[in-house]
């Protein structure tokens, strides 16, 4: 009988030792994907504000090509009504 309580106490003291290993390296992982999720909140921040960036960038280019467009319409129109005159 007293055997029969010595293997019930090293199978429980096994178990619980087991349990503990397997509580810290869930405890370990969690931790982890906490600090994976705040960088991956970082990432898709600065992703957007690179996209903002960009977009901004673009909008002033197609401004500024629009209004050169303009100009040497103008510019084209000028030296034609100048050869007209010409004639």
Not at 43 to 61: H, P, Y
Request: charged residues 25%; glycine residues 2%; without cysteine.
């Amino acid at each position: 009988m007293e055997n029969i309580n010595n293997i019930t106490v090293l199978f429980g003291t096994l178990i619980t030792l087991l349990l503990s290993v397997v509580a810290y390296f869930i405890k370990q992982l969690h931790t982890d994907f906490k600090s994976m999720e705040k960088d991956l909140v970082e990432v898709k921040t600065m992703a957007l504000i690179i996209k903002t960036e960009f977009k901004s960038g673009n909008d002033l280019l197609n401004q500024k090509v629009e209004y050169l467009e303009k100009r040497v319409n103008n510019i084209e129109l000028t030296i034609l009504k100048n050869q007209d005159y010409e004639k």
